[in-house]
């Protein structure tokens, strides 16, 4: 009796979302290594679903069997800050240094960096011809506002590039939130475990006109491991 009471003695709401961190294989191809955390989402979202069978016969094809099938755990995040790791973990790919930089810049002084070979164009503000056009230097330039382009050689600068084969690798994720207690308000620690969530390779993020910050979501779903568990949720006690 105490079990089937206990749902009405022990009630949470979840009021947030989690702290996640994401695991990679380590060398012993173990999901050991972490590779992202995330602690600025906006949402998290687990959906599972399954599919069904039926069997119908008899006069009037009555339902005689319904059986379920096919468990699989949908899981969406929308985080509010972007970083380079974050790109490169969820396109699958990697963070390595640039060769260059490019520069579009109006300025009243000529730029005090060393171009590229060939790279400087300066354009007049106000229209007209252009003063430099595929030039190794600023020299062309006298004096005034103009439109600098022009690239720079870098080492040092974050980039990552997105081919056409890249796509992300299965990963183990353990987010960590709190629920409210029904009837005493204490905050409970849940941790929540998927230990082989496939990051899907859609992904998208926009650029708004009005200023307001860009949020990106990305999503995936989660594969069974060799004891077919695709969610844990553990209860960690109180904060």
């Known amino acids: 009796m105490a079990n089937i009471l206990q749902h009405n003695i022990e009630r949470f709401g979840m009021v947030t979302v989690m702290d996640v961190v994401l695991y990679g294989l380590d060398s012993n191809n173990d999901f050991l290594k972490p590779v992202l955390f995330l602690d600025t989402?906006?949402?998290?979202?687990?959906?599972?679903?399954?599919?069904?069978?039926?069997?119908?016969g008899g006069i009037g094809n009555d339902m005689l069997i319904n059986y379920?099938?096919?468990?699989?755990?949908?899981i969406e995040m929308q985080d509010a800050l972007l970083s380079t790791e974050s790109l490169a973990v969820l396109w699958g790919t990697s963070v390595g240094n640039t060769t260059a930089v490019d520069y579009?810049?109006?300025?009243?002084?000529?730029?005090?960096a060393t171009a590229v070979a060939g790279s400087v164009y300066i354009y007049p503000v106000?229209?007209?011809?252009?003063?430099?056009?595929?030039?190794d230097d600023f020299t062309s330039y006298s004096s005034g506002e103009a439109r600098f382009i022009y690239q720079v050689a870098s080492t040092t600068d974050?980039?990552?590039?997105l081919t056409n084969d890249n796509f992300p690798s299965v990963l183990r994720m353990v987010g960590e939130t709190f629920?409210?207690?029904?009837?005493?308000?204490?905050?409970?620690k849940i941790q929540i475990e998927v230990p082989k969530l496939k990051i899907n390779s859609n992904f998208s993020f926009s650029l708004d006109a009005e200023g307001d910050?860009?949020?990106f979501d990305f999503s995936g779903v989660a594969l069974a491991n060799a004891s077919g568990e695709i969610i844990k949720v553990k209860h960690l006690g109180n904060y």
């Open 179 to 188: 629920v409210i207690d029904e009837r005493t308000g204490v905050k409970k």
């Open 213 to 215: 910050a860009s949020v």
């Open 104 to 112: 579009n810049e109006v300025r009243t002084s000529a730029p005090a």
């Open 41 to 56: 989402l906006k949402m998290t979202n687990i959906a599972t679903e399954g599919s069904a069978k039926e069997i119908r």
């Open 68 to 74: 379920d099938f096919g468990r699989t755990a949908n």
């Open 126 to 135: 106000d229209g007209g011809a252009a003063v430099a056009e595929g030039e």
């Open 158 to 161: 974050d980039e990552i590039i």
